[in-house]
């Protein structure tokens, strides 16, 4: 089964509005990883947060961790047009295992 | 060029004819995935590998066969294709896991009819 689940499945706002999407897991993690996947193309890597970690940034996004509530968030400010995407996270298991799955992902509509 | 590469992009084929997707990869990353994408379910993991000659089922590995005997190449392999198994596919390369970000191929759209 899936560990990571993203909420919600789709949102759609106006360019320059914050677009906030969360992942919720099940079972302690090692890292978390976000991901933007654009129409018809591979997915392609944003954050990996280490699950001693709270917080990272990289440019207009901002990821969280909240291990004690098993979940993440993933803040993209002054969302352009160009941010329309799916965006995916994908957890591991702790206990040895380094190996990432995905969730159902969040559709992201940024109307110009 | 450096990447990670995926062949065909597209492919029909009939049901019960055994298909072969290709992927490539140039860093010699240890770790190798196969995902397939499909609507309402997202990504899943059909099988990985954490180095060559070192293969392990993921979350729904079975109609499927994959082999690593060269770091760089992970290829999956359909031995009857079914209707079910119709589906968008990833592969993606990693040096150690989750602990470093997944480079993804574009995929391959297999129709199988």
């Known amino acids: 089964s899936q560990q990571g689940e993203e909420d919600p499945q789709a949102l759609s706002i106006q360019e320059g509005e914050n677009a906030t999407m969360n992942c919720s897991y099940k079972t302690s993690i090692n890292n978390l990883q976000w991901y933007r996947q654009n129409s018809g193309r591979g997915l392609v890597h944003l954050i990996l947060i280490r699950s001693n970690e709270r917080e990272k940034h990289s440019g207009r996004l901002r990821v969280t961790l909240d291990t004690s509530k098993k979940s993440s968030s993933l803040l993209i400010t002054a969302s352009r047009a160009a941010d329309t995407a799916s965006y995916f996270c994908a957890t591991d298991a702790s206990g040895g295992s380094y190996i990432p799955t995905f969730g159902r992902g969040t559709s992201l509509i940024v109307h110009p | 060029d450096a990447g990670i590469t995926q062949s065909p992009r597209y492919k029909i084929t009939e049901t019960g004819r055994q298909v072969t997707l290709m992927c490539h990869q140039t860093?010699?990353?240890?770790?190798m995935f196969w995902y397939r994408q499909d609507l309402g379910h997202g990504l899943r993991l059909i099988y990985y590998s954490a180095a060559a000659d070192i293969t392990d089922k993921g979350e729904v590995p079975d109609g499927y066969v994959v082999s690593r005997s060269k770091t760089e190449n992970f290829p999956l392999t359909l031995e009857s294709a079914t209707r079910s198994q119709t589906s968008v596919y990833f592969c993606?390369?990693?040096?150690?896991?989750?602990?470093?970000?997944?480079?993804f191929g574009n995929g391959t759209r297999l129709t199988v009819t």
């Open positions: 860093w010699s990353h240890s770790y």
């Open positions: 993606a390369s990693s040096e150690s896991g989750s602990v470093s970000p997944l480079h």
